[in-house]
């Protein structure tokens, strides 16, 4: 466009620069609390306060001070199908402890071991942490023959970094026997969640069965192992259709024995020479399954004992009494945790309550020993006043 003084104007847009609106954006974000820069654009779109310009987008990038102050752990999102083909392609374990209360045995750590394909479980009981090697020796010969170690094997297996797991011991055996060991990342259980999910499930079910029942605490590896029996027969694997006994068995199990955790039960007392009249039977408390019979773990009340036995009652129709915990705050440091042994525990003491007399009269060998013509005062008068 030409002017009067023979000048040519150039008519324009003022249109900023990218780097100017970036800083921009930046600016208005340190003025507003660093919020996220996503809100932030909300807040621009639908105009909700005034004095906002409008403002561009943040190029992508990391902001260093707010990475400091906001930043999380990644999420590790849910696993929808099955990571492994067949059981013992990878076993997951973990140590549950230290306890804060000893099992009967003196255990205090909890020893968990998950099959990856099937979700099968199997809970051990130790008093340190370096027996955990030795464990896990014994759950690989036992679960390989009971798999048939000549078709399948252990392939992997995946933990932490303890140091029950981590050592020279577990290597050079893994390495012997041809068994990858993977470890989760430092402070990152998700990685090793399958395992974790388990402790929880496990510890939610056997703090329900001992608060609900009122049993003492130093029951709990019972209570555990009861649970982790339970729960291998009953839940099914996420993923499938089928209960983790199914995946590793091959075949249904029935359920109709069981019974509630806590339940008054009558033993057969046939270890005693009993007389004709004499009581057949003895009053306990149902504690578990037995793993290695047919037969219901149970104490005796009367004899103070944890025993495996067969011929036992249980009655859990009925409303459960909240006295087991003084029946059984007294016992011995016997191991018991898979309640495969019967053992001792000590009696505890009683005192017989004195019976109480209301009646006046003076006791009977008061009225032999001495003749009424001696006794001063009346006798239904009660007790004579010496001043």
């Given at each position: 466009?030409?002017?009067?003084?023979?000048?040519?104007?150039?008519?324009?847009r003022?249109?900023?620069?990218?780097?100017?609106?970036?800083?921009?954006?930046e600016?208005?974000?340190?003025?507003?609390?660093?919020?996220?820069?996503?809100?932030?654009?909300?807040?621009?779109?639908?105009?909700?306060?005034?004095?906002?310009?409008?403002?561009?987008?943040?190029?992508?990038g990391?902001y260093?001070p707010?990475?400091?102050g906001?930043?999380?752990?990644?999420?590790?999102?849910?696993?929808?199908?099955?990571?492994?083909?067949?059981?013992?392609?990878?076993?997951?374990?973990?140590?549950m402890?230290?306890?804060?209360?000893?099992?009967?045995?003196?255990?205090?750590?909890?020893?968990?071991?998950?099959?990856?394909?099937?979700?099968?479980?199997?809970?051990?009981?130790?008093?340190?942490?370096?027996?955990?090697?030795?464990?896990?020796?014994?759950?690989?010969n036992?679960?390989?023959?009971?798999?048939?170690?000549?078709?399948?094997?252990?392939?992997?297996?995946?933990s932490?970094?303890?140091?029950e797991?981590?050592?020279?011991?577990?290597?050079?055996?893994?390495?012997?026997?041809?068994?990858?060991?993977?470890?989760?990342?430092?402070?990152?259980?998700?990685?090793?969640?399958?395992?974790?999910?388990?402790?929880?499930?496990?510890?939610?079910?056997?703090?329900?069965?001992?608060?609900?029942?009122?049993?003492?605490?130093?029951?709990y590896?019972?209570?555990?192992n009861?649970?982790?029996?339970?729960?291998?027969?009953?839940?099914?694997?996420?993923?499938?259709?089928?209960?983790?006994y199914?995946?590793?068995?091959?075949?249904?199990?029935?359920?109709?024995?069981?019974?509630?955790?806590?339940?008054?039960?009558?033993?057969?007392?046939?270890r005693?020479?009993?007389?004709?009249?004499?009581?057949?039977?003895?009053?306990?408390?149902?504690?578990?399954?037995?793993?290695?019979?047919?037969?219901?773990g149970?104490?005796?009340?009367k004899?103070?004992?944890?025993?495996?036995?067969?011929?036992?009652?249980?009655?859990?129709?009925?409303?459960?009494?909240?006295?087991h915990?003084?029946?059984?705050?007294?016992?011995?440091?016997?191991?018991?945790?898979?309640?495969?042994?019967?053992?001792?525990?000590?009696?505890?003491?009683?005192?017989?309550?004195?019976?109480?007399?209301?009646?006046?009269?003076?006791?009977?060998?008061?009225?032999k020993?001495?003749?009424?013509?001696?006794?001063?005062?009346?006798?239904?008068?009660?007790?004579?006043?010496?001043?």
């Amino acid at each position: 466009m030409r002017s009067s003084d023979n000048c040519y104007c150039l008519e324009a847009r003022i249109v900023s620069n990218n780097v100017s609106k970036e800083e921009q954006v930046e600016l208005w974000h340190e003025r507003l609390s660093h919020m996220n820069f996503r809100d932030l654009q909300i807040l621009n779109k639908f105009n909700v306060v005034r004095g906002l310009p409008k403002l561009g987008k943040k190029a992508n990038g990391v902001y260093g001070p707010c990475q400091q102050g906001k930043q999380t752990k990644s999420m590790h999102k849910k696993g929808k199908y099955l990571s492994t083909k067949e059981p013992l392609e990878l076993l997951h374990m973990d140590l549950m402890g230290p306890m804060q209360t000893e099992s009967l045995g003196g255990k205090r750590y909890i020893f968990v071991c998950v099959d990856d394909f099937s979700g099968f479980t199997w809970t051990y009981f130790l008093r340190e942490k370096s027996e955990t090697f030795d464990k896990f020796k014994m759950i690989c010969n036992k679960i390989q023959n009971e798999m048939n170690s000549n078709i399948k094997s252990i392939k992997r297996i995946r933990s932490d970094h303890g140091r029950e797991f981590e050592n020279i011991s577990f290597g050079t055996y893994c390495d012997s026997v041809g068994i990858s060991h993977e470890f989760s990342a430092p402070r990152t259980p998700q990685q090793n969640r399958v395992v974790e999910r388990k402790n929880r499930v496990l510890q939610e079910m056997a703090r329900v069965m001992l608060l609900s029942n009122n049993v003492p605490r130093n029951l709990y590896a019972e209570v555990v192992n009861t649970a982790c029996y339970i729960g291998k027969i009953v839940f099914l694997r996420p993923g499938t259709r089928q209960t983790s006994y199914k995946l590793w068995r091959g075949r249904k199990r029935n359920v109709s024995y069981f019974y509630t955790f806590g339940s008054k039960c009558y033993i057969l007392n046939d270890r005693d020479q009993l007389g004709k009249f004499d009581a057949k039977s003895d009053e306990g408390i149902f504690i578990g399954y037995a793993l290695n019979s047919r037969a219901y773990g149970v104490f005796n009340l009367k004899t103070q004992t944890i025993m495996e036995l067969s011929n036992v009652v249980v009655d859990d129709t009925r409303l459960k009494s909240n006295n087991h915990e003084e029946e059984i705050s007294i016992v011995d440091d016997s191991p018991l945790e898979n309640v495969v042994e019967t053992l001792n525990v000590k009696e505890t003491q009683t005192i017989d309550r004195v019976p109480l007399l209301n009646s006046k009269e003076p006791v009977p060998w008061v009225r032999k020993l001495h003749d009424k013509e001696d006794i001063i005062g009346e006798v239904n008068e009660g007790g004579l006043d010496v001043k």
